[in-house]
């Protein structure tokens, strides 16, 4: 029995305000929120929303026989409830079908698992109780930034209780092993692991409208035809795409909505199944074997790991000041402070600082990016010492908030019982 995968990635970052060196001190708001909110409502009314419609639809037309993934930032969501509340009705009645995996993401789609543990781990706990909260549903699946893979990153979700990674099925990963199976963690063998299918997937991301990829014109019926074809040992078709490939990078008049409508009914009728990732790590018998990473594999640019991000010296000096304050942060009360912790770590922050591949950016240069993001972060870590003075040690400064703490609980206990006593007067 042959499977087909589905998961649509969304994550956009808060848009980063000029902010020079003169500000420092005086202005802590770094957001553009005029380009923000006009980036989420052209983002929405041009891929999300046409997209998740389509989704609702195939849904109903298929009878819940149509089954899929998303993965999507806490901060996304937040977005959405601030600038158009509409998707998060829209991602509430996808919820409720009961055929949507809503996977665990960062919370801030950051680099969290390459720099600080305990921030990966605070923030795929985020992530999840903002889903959890707004539309009733949890998952043990993991789709990491990028679909960032490691040895030691993937033991750590085990030991959270996930069952299963979503990663990039590299080259490099599977040594010439076909993606479409099931796979296992060396070093954490009760962690499944799901391997994107780069051609299927890129294809759809690069190349539908391209009149000289050799699969153009791209149509359903064909398209459902080759994965049939393959040989019987490949039961797993993971297609995971960001969900900008539907609207933006292929635009409607390409025909990319109509195209994908129509899958399940040629898939269906060719006795093809539709799996959520939790679905297929349980359902799928095929098994590729066990697979090990030390180094970080992504599904990003053609080497296919994180150098994009941190590759140059600009993005390490930033990331490195910004998580070497990660202890104190999570240690902070301040609501205010931390969610611009949260905001500071997106990704694309980091690769509109990369010389060769910057993404969209409104940057003239990588170094204008840099020297920006520097500013609000120099602002940003002097408030973050204001509250915890880098003369103190960070084991130090976790021993007197311990007894703080301690010294809070037990003052809360005397004024109950005080409050008993007076009671029984």
């Known amino acids: 029995m042959k499977n087909i995968c589905f998961c649509f990635q969304m994550s956009l970052p808060y848009s980063l305000k000029r902010y020079r060196f003169f500000d420092m001190g005086t ?17 929405v009314n041009t891929s999300y929303m046409p997209l998740c419609k389509v989704l609702e639809e195939m849904i109903s037309m298929s009878k819940q026989r149509f089954r899929c993934a998303l993965a999507i930032s806490g901060l996304t969501i937040e977005m959405f409830e601030i ?14 079908t009961g055929c949507v995996e809503f ?6 789609y950051s680099l969290a698992s390459e720099y600080s543990e305990s921030e990966f781990i605070e923030q795929l706990n985020a992530q999840q109780k903002k889903i959890e909260d707004l539309f009733k549903v949890t998952s043990t699946t993991v789709f990491n930034t990028e679909l960032m893979f490691n040895d030691e990153r993937v033991i750590t979700l085990e030991k959270l209780g996930y069952k299963t990674q979503m990663i990039e099925g590299a080259k490099q990963l599977l040594g010439g092993k076909s993606p479409n199976m099931v796979f296992h963690a060396s070093i954490a063998p009760k962690m499944t692991l799901l391997a994107r299918n780069m051609d299927l997937s890129d294809e759809l991301t690069f190349h539908f409208s391209d009149p000289n990829w050799y699969g153009f014109p791209f149509d359903s019926e064909k398209y459902v035809r080759c994965l049939n074809e393959l040989p019987e040992q490949d039961e797993l078709f993971n297609i995971w795409v960001g969900a900008d490939t539907f ?12 195209f994908l409508k129509m899958i399940p009914y040629y898939a269906l009728s060719n006795n093809m199944k539709f799996v959520m990732p939790s679905e297929a790590a349980k359902k799928v018998t095929s098994d590729g074997g066990r697979l090990s990473s030390p180094e970080t594999i992504t599904w990003s640019g053609a080497m296919k790991n994180v150098r994009i991000y941190n590759g140059n010296d600009l993005q390490q000096e930033a990331l490195q000041k910004l998580f070497a304050v990660a202890d104190r942060v999570h240690l902070c009360k301040d609501k205010t402070l931390k969610l611009d912790w949260l905001k500071l770590q997106s990704v694309e922050h980091f690769q509109n600082m990369n010389f060769i591949e910057p993404g969209i950016t409104r940057y003239e240069s990588a170094y204008d990016a840099f020297i920006n993001y520097m500013n609000i972060l120099s602002d940003f870590l002097e408030r973050v010492a204001e509250q915890y003075p880098i003369t103190i040690e960070n084991e130090e400064l976790n021993e007197l908030l311990t007894q703080i703490d301690n010294q809070n609980k037990q003052i809360t206990k005397l004024e109950s019982e005080v409050k008993k006593l007076r009671a029984k007067k």
């Open 83 to 96: 600038y158009n509340p509409a998707m998060i009705d829209m991602l509430r009645t996808l919820a409720q």
């Open 27 to 43: 202005d802590h708001y770094y957001y553009d929120e005029m380009h923000t909110s006009e980036v989420v409502e052209y983002m």
């Open 247 to 258: 609207g933006c990078r292929q635009n409607q008049g390409t025909g990319i909505f109509e």
């Open 103 to 108: 996977v665990a993401v960062p919370y801030s």
